[in-house]
């Protein structure tokens, strides 16, 4: 890949703090960074307490009857346990990483190393059913940098269930990026007409996430849903051609995306 | 609203203080949580609201965060910055990317998209305190190009190629501003 900083790269810092920068590549790539330069990493984390007093001179009252809600949410939802790295020798404590954001990398336990694998086998059918056009391959090369994001996530999980219709759906699933991948494997072809539409059935609400791509070769072609929060599950219905707007049949396939 | 312990004058105070809860609720105590609520869901809110404005879409995007925040509050660690640096990140990343998902989906729909300057209304209306006072100062000190700059990233919640598009300079100038203008607010703001 072409490299596109120089000796200067440290003055993204401030619209990094900002989340300022709104193209994935850049912000990897800058994360990447900083994960060599502790001097970056402590800059950002200056940057970053900085603009928490901004945010705390906007300080509204909420709405009174969120307070009642977000309690009793947290008194139904487990909470996350802490981050255990496996490789360390009890009592030694957790080296210190670069950085101050939770975007950036944190230790990777031994456990993630099967989702690395589970990933790769991932990307071995997603390549290949990628790999089909130029004009394809041009289209997905900002999809496949999500994608890679998401794979290469210290959270990333990989999931893969049966539908009620036969076949298989793999998800991986990251939470810190907020994202997932779906590839299907052996799901019979939607009747004529309809279509696989993808939902997040969140506890707030359900949100359309994107139709199934045709199947090649037995297999569908990557879909990236971005957006997920604390809760969802992802479903998959079968809809009119065009998809809509709410499910409307009974979900072939409800996955829930655990932490 | 905000009880007694809760002193926005002393971001130092504050700051032990919420670490010290976010500690307590990683191991599930839901007091505890109850209290970090009280102290932290109006800043969330305020800043959510400051970028997304929609109040209906601000609550609940500041209760996906104050929940984010009880879910994974034993992931917090403390070498990374403080646990108020620590939730209020989280939520202006997520008020971002809120209005950037938006503005992606009006763009499909080819609605026409207007830029809006963010309006006084909101800061005009929030309670005044010494904080906010002292930010306000530390703004006021800056160029009108490093104020205009952060102001329309952060609260904003624009890129920094939105911000040079919408200020008409380069983007190498609007990294440099910005960078420069969080420097001097950080020595202002005494940030450490």
Same mark, same amino acid.
């Given at each position: 890949m072409m490299r596109l900083f120089g000796p200067d790269l440290h003055v993204l810092a401030g619209v990094y703090a900002l989340d300022g920068i709104d193209d994935d590549a850049e912000r990897s790539r800058f994360e990447h960074h900083l994960r060599r330069c502790q001097?970056?990493?402590?800059?950002?984390?200056?940057?970053?307490?900085?603009?928490?007093?901004?945010?705390?001179?906007?300080?509204?009252?909420? +709405? +009174?009857?969120?307070?009642?809600?977000?309690?009793?949410?947290?008194?139904?939802?487990?909470?996350?346990? +802490?981050?255990?790295? %496996?490789?360390?020798?009890?009592?030694? !404590?957790?080296q210190r990483r670069a950085?101050?954001?939770?975007?950036q990398g944190r230790p990777v336990p031994r456990l993630a190393w099967g989702v690395v694998?589970?990933?790769?086998?991932?990307?071995?059918?997603?390549?290949?059913?990628?790999?089909?056009?130029?004009?394809?391959?041009?289209?997905?090369?900002? %999809?496949?940098?999500?994608?890679?994001?998401?794979?290469?996530?210290?959270?990333?999980?990989?999931?893969?269930?049966?539908?009620?219709?036969?076949?298989?759906?793999t998800v991986v699933y990251s939470h810190s990026r907020h994202s997932l991948i779906l590839t299907s494997a052996h799901l019979p072809p939607p009747p004529n007409g309809k279509v696989y539409e993808l939902w997040l059935l969140g506890p707030p609400r359900v949100r359309a996430a994107g139709l199934l791509p045709a199947t090649a070769q037995g297999h569908t072609s990557p879909v990236l849903v971005k957006g997920f929060v604390p809760g969802d599950q992802l479903g998959m219905t079968v809809e009119p051609a065009?998809?809509?707007?709410?499910?409307?049949?009974?979900?072939?396939?409800?996955? !829930?995306?655990?932490? | 609203m905000r009880p007694a312990g809760a002193s926005p004058g002393h971001p130092e105070g504050r700051?032990?203080?919420?670490?010290?809860?976010?500690?307590?609720?990683?191991?599930?105590?839901?007091?505890?949580?109850?209290?970090?609520?009280?102290?932290?869901?109006?800043?969330?809110?305020?800043?959510?609201?400051?970028?997304?404005?929609?109040?209906?879409?601000?609550?609940?995007?500041?209760q996906e965060v104050l929940l984010e925040v009880w879910r994974t509050?034993?992931?917090?660690?403390?070498?990374?910055?403080?646990?108020?640096?620590?939730?209020m990140t989280i939520a202006h990343r997520r008020a971002v990317d809120r209005v950037r998902s938006a503005t992606a989906a009006a763009e499909r729909e080819k609605r026409t998209s207007v830029l809006l300057p963010p309006a006084d209304d909101v800061a005009d209306a929030v309670e005044s305190s010494l904080e906010r006072e002292r930010v306000r100062r530390c703004l006021d000190g800056l160029t009108d190009l490093q104020r205009e700059s952060i102001t329309l990233a952060y609260y904003g919640g624009y890129s920094y190629r939105e911000v040079a598009e919408l200020l008409g300079i380069t983007l190498?100038?609007?990294?440099?501003?910005?960078?420069?203008?969080?420097?001097?607010?950080?020595?202002?703001?005494?940030v450490t």
């Open positions: 001097q970056c990493a402590d800059e950002v984390r200056e940057m970053s307490a900085t603009a928490t007093r901004l945010g705390f001179a906007a300080t509204q009252p909420p +709405p +009174p009857p969120m307070r009642e809600r977000v309690l009793a949410a947290a008194g139904r939802t487990r909470q996350l346990p +802490p981050v255990v790295d %496996h490789a360390r020798p009890t009592g030694e !404590p957790r950085g101050s954001r939770g975007r694998a589970a990933s790769l086998v991932v990307i071995v059918v997603l390549t290949t059913v990628l790999l089909r056009t130029q004009s394809e391959l041009n289209q997905s090369r900002a %999809h496949q940098v999500a994608i890679t994001r998401v794979l290469g996530a210290p959270d990333a999980r990989a999931v893969t269930e049966r539908t009620s219709l036969g076949g298989t759906a065009g998809g809509t707007s709410r499910p409307t049949t009974t979900p072939i396939l409800v996955l !829930p995306l655990r932490v | 700051d032990r203080n919420l670490d010290g809860l976010l500690a307590q609720v990683a191991r599930g105590d839901e007091n505890a949580f109850a209290i970090l609520y009280d102290q932290l869901a109006g800043p969330v809110y305020g800043l959510i609201r400051r970028v997304v404005r929609d109040p209906a879409q601000s609550e609940e995007v500041a509050a034993a992931r917090f660690d403390p070498a990374k910055g403080s646990a108020a640096t620590w939730a190498g100038t609007i990294k440099t501003r910005i960078r420069d203008g969080l420097i001097r607010l950080r020595d202002c703001m005494g």
